[in-house]
T-cell receptor, first 112, second 117 residues
């Protein structure tokens, strides 16, 4: 079963603009992770934020986590055409064996 | 170093046939996960191995699906009597420790695209 929803389902922006994607989830978590997927194949891990963290940065990526609202956001600054991909949030739920629960993803298109 | 590899990259089979999908995790990773991804959806968990044992198989959809990891490294996902609804990309991931230990960053393979005609 899917954990939650990414919002928006699709996002189209111009190169250089910022892209913001949101994720909501349903249960208590150990951590939340964001992954990127090109062409429907392998996923690449982008960033992990623990349940006791509120914000994390990695290069042009900024992730926030609000456990009271059960939501997270991924901001990509100064986007590039090469950022075009699908982005998924995934939660590692409390009490789980470590398997990830993914949302449906946001399809990002960055136009040169 | 080498990442997670999966073979074959594509598999086309007929309804009712048996298929095996293989995953080679990153060397030294004790945890191995199988996921299935249908078109337009996020990956869905199937089964998790810690070493040689299946620690959590709650995601397997029915008893036609089975997976093994006999030596704690390579894993094989086996699907009997395939159905058209089994068509999907099957993804394998490994992590250093898995379970409730560590942060559980998972490294994914490129997937096997299974098409059941």
């Amino acid at each position: 079963s899917q954990q939650g929803e990414e919002d928006p389902q699709a996002l189209s922006i111009q190169e250089g603009e910022n892209a913001t994607m949101n994720c909501s989830y349903k249960t208590s978590i150990n951590n939340l992770q964001w992954y990127r997927q090109n062409s429907g194949r392998g996923l690449v891990h982008l960033i992990l934020i623990r349940s006791n963290e509120r914000e994390k940065h990695s290069g042009r990526l900024r992730v926030t986590l609000d456990t009271s609202k059960k939501s997270s956001s991924l901001l990509i600054t100064a986007s590039r055409a090469a950022d075009t991909a699908s982005y998924f949030c995934a939660t590692d739920n409390l009490g789980s064996q470590g398997n990830l629960i993914f949302g449906k993803g946001t399809k990002l298109s960055v136009k040169p | 170093g080498a990442g997670v590899s999966q073979t074959p990259s594509n598999k086309v089979t007929e309804k009712g046939k048996y298929v095996e999908l293989r995953c080679d995790p990153i060397s030294g990773h004790t945890a191995l996960y199988w996921y299935r991804q249908s078109l337009g959806q996020g990956p869905e968990f199937l089964i998790y191995f810690q070493g040689t044992g299946a620690a959590d198989d709650s995601g397997l959809p029915n008893d036609r699906f089975f997976a093994v990891r006999p030596e704690g490294s390579v894993s094989t996902l086996k699907i009997q009597r395939t159905e058209r609804g089994d068509s999907a990309v099957y993804l394998c991931a490994s992590s250093l420790r898995g379970g409730r230990q560590g942060t559980n960053e998972q490294f994914f393979g490129p997937g096997t695209r299974l098409t059941v005609l």
